[in-house]
């Protein structure tokens, strides 16, 4: 199992980004999918996750509700996250995630830094 996370980078207070994350290894679409993040010195915590198949049951967490969406391109074997409204809180190293038979997956995570 391969992730790849992408489309970090530095942004403004109030500004926008997309991360997708490119998945291998796995059929995409059988699998729940999970973005969390990890600020310096914090642990890593949930961001948002996305059921299996048409994705149709989504989470977040209270620090992102309304501001961030997650989706999944069963197709494309690719999960993304649209990030709106972005807050110096939101500053952190951004993973994508998948559980196969019981053992979680992690991939290179993506930098978002967001300047007030």
């Known amino acids: 199992v391969q992730l790849q996370a992408s489309g970090g980078g530095l942004v403004q207070a109030g500004g926008s980004l997309r991360l997708s994350c490119a998945a291998s290894g796995i059929i995409f679409g059988l699998n729940d999918m999970g973005w969390y993040r990890q600020a310096p010195g914090q642990q890593r915590e949930l961001v948002a996750t996305?059921?299996?198949?048409?994705?149709?049951?989504?989470n977040y967490s209270d620090s992102v509700k309304g501001r961030f969406t997650i989706s999944r391109d069963n197709a494309e074997s690719r999960l993304h996250l649209q990030m709106n409204n972005l807050r110096s809180e939101d500053t952190a190293v951004y993973y994508c995630n998948t559980k196969v038979a019981g053992r979680d997956y992690w991939g290179k995570g993506t930098l978002v830094t967001v300047s007030s």
């Open positions: 996305i059921a299996r198949f048409s994705g149709r049951t989504t």
